[in-house]
């Protein structure tokens, strides 16, 4: 597979992964505006928004599923094409929303599927079972062995993935991303669904990852979970990065908490359209009454 078309930047800091710039439009509707944001090698960012504020869309774009309308995405100081496999090739891997396991498949195959961008042999080693595939066979095996040993999944590698209990389908989808040896995993609501004891034990993963080596960004609705986790945090408001900071940062500004009680204030992305549906519907309302007098 080529990587040619991977272009330096003039970035000198090397971030793991630079964002510059996302706008991502849908007819009319801007839901990522200008939005700029880094991740450094050994950090855990989360990026935190109301519903439908931009953060899926925005993950789409950095892992090349949208192309963005304007801005580039840069890992490791290269700038990636926005194509799906290039970017897990380049070194980024995800999680869904929704989770997108091989229901029928066992915990293993699910892993060594994930393993296929780290695997050079072809499909005629494939075919004719050459010696160098059965070898890189047997390596992918063991790396995916492994990671179910890392995970905690290892005495279910025969199980199939439909017969995981909830909370270890999220983490074998977590093994599946890391098969592809990336350097930056994104998580996208990684304990949606989850008890207190399962969503603490992805906590201790999300950090076993993050100190494995790989830095991570995450998307999560559970504020405990984000707040205890991250090094850095980015809040989305309709499509706009609102404020990033620390933990102790974002949860005392007042934006932020206006933002989750649904409280406009004066300069907030969109309070402008706001005010003017509002104005709107205060003349419909007036003239309503007075047609009815
Ligand atoms: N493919 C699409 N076509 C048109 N509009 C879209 C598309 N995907 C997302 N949107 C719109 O973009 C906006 C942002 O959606 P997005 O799913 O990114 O938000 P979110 O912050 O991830 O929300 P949630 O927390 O509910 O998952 C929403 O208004 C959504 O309806």
Redesign the pocket.
Known sequence: MTTTSLTKTDDHSTPILAATGVTMR??G?T??RAVDLTVRPGEIVGLI??????????FNCLTGLYVPTEGRVAYQGTVLPPKPHLVTQAGIARTF?NIRLFANMTVLENVLVGRHTRTKEGLASALLRLPSFRRAEQASKERSMELLEFTGLATKCDHLARNLPYGEQRKLEIARALASEPGLLLLD?PTAGMNPQETRATEELVLAVRDQGTAVLV?E?DMRFIFRLCDRVAV?VQ?EKLIEGTSETVQADERVIAAYLGTPFEGAPGSDEVAEVEAAEAHQHTAQTEDGQ
Request: proline share 5%; charged share 10%; no cysteine.
């Open positions: 849908f007819g509707l839901a990522v928004g109301p519903n439908g504020a931009g953060k899926t869309t925005f929303q609501e998307i609705h989305l499509g």
